[in-house]
């Protein structure tokens, strides 16, 4: 870094800063890390901007022995009228030490990353070693990301589908993604293409369930990482109710996972139907898949300390290819 001034740090860098196997390697070691390296994260911070609850402003913080940094999101559905974006995010990255502001990062470019990856890092022990078809379902900013982590952790995929509400969004990403090795094809029908799929990755919005547990076949897994509120939802109780169900973080999870939550309250699972977190399935306290048939479910929500992770990979390798400005 030149000086005192921080880096700023825009999203073709954190993107070429963060190829998917560094960034997997890395959250695997922070997942399994002992009690004296782990990163500290308290539970995300949310507030309400306005009194409909439509506009929200996300305060994720996170600090370890090197680095202390927190993640800024505002949600601003009224934000387009004005030139501006629904979702914005910034990551401020400071040294732990003497708290000087090291870097300014793109954050949402830091969440697709690390979003994408962990979900990727979790089919490693969660989808069958077999798995020949991933299906994307949304066609949001996160959703070409899921398909890319994917596909470059797991040789196996021969093709990729992808649906969305919108047919023409889903071609959008079909040719988006046309640099792929494989190919990208436009699911036109939901439950057609899930019972195709061999891993199934829901990155949506919704506020109802997308995803129907009676589609699915035996030996597929889930990846759910869209419905981040107790409100929101991208399965229906059964997907929930058939699966062996792993999370990102227990406590994260039962606070904020709506797929989770609301089939807790319907009923349909009791709370240890969720077997482990992340950490517990990498540690082997707690087996993935059992079985060929069994249908697994990683559940995310998004974690500070995986943006930590992320950022100060991003500043170390900045800082050892060129001195930051």
């Not at 922070?30 to 995300?44: C, I, L, M």
Request: proline letters at 4%; one cysteine or more; charged letters at 20%.
């Amino acid at each position: 870094m030149s000086g005192n001034m921080p880096a700023v740090i825009g999203a073709e860098q954190v993107h070429a800063a963060l190829p998917w196997s560094t960034l997997v390697r890395a959250l695997r070691e922070a997942f399994v890390a002992s009690a004296d390296q782990r990163v500290t994260a308290p539970t995300r911070h949310a507030h309400a901007l306005d009194d409909a609850g439509r506009e929200h402003l996300l305060l994720m913080p996170a600090w370890n022995a090197r680095a202390l940094g927190v993640k800024l999101v505002t949600v601003l559905p009224e934000a387009p009228q004005h030139g501006g974006r629904t979702v914005e995010a910034s990551y401020l990255l400071c040294d732990r030490v003497t708290g000087a502001l090291r870097a300014l990062i793109d954050g949402e470019a830091l969440t697709l990353r690390r979003t994408a990856a962990v979900s990727a890092l979790a089919a490693q022990h969660l989808a069958r070693a077999d798995a020949r078809t991933l299906l994307v379902i949304g066609t949001g900013r996160l959703a070409p990301w899921m398909v890319r982590a994917h596909v470059a952790l797991r040789p196996t995929l021969e093709r990729v589908l992808v649906w969305g509400r919108s047919a023409a969004r889903a071609q959008d990403m079909q040719h988006a993604l046309q640099d792929l090795a494989l190919p990208v094809g436009a699911a036109e029908d939901l439950a057609t293409a899930v019972e195709k799929a061999d891993i199934i990755s829901c990155a949506t919005t919704s506020h109802t369930a997308v995803l129907h547990g009676a589609w699915l076949r035996p030996g597929t897994h889930v990846d759910l990482v869209g419905a981040y509120t107790p409100q929101m939802r991208e399965t229906d109780d059964a997907v929930i109710a058939r699966s062996r169900v792993f999370v990102d973080d227990r406590a994260s999870a039962m606070a904020e996972a709506g797929d989770v939550l609301q089939a807790l309250a319907s009923g349909a699972v009791s709370a240890n139907h969720v077997l482990g977190d992340l950490g517990d399935l990498l540690r082997g306290r707690v087996p993935g898949r059992t079985a060929p048939e069994d249908i697994t479910c990683f559940k995310s929500v998004g974690l500070a300390m995986e943006d930590l992770v992320a950022a100060s990979l991003v500043c170390d390798h900045l800082s050892s290819s060129s001195p930051l400005r």
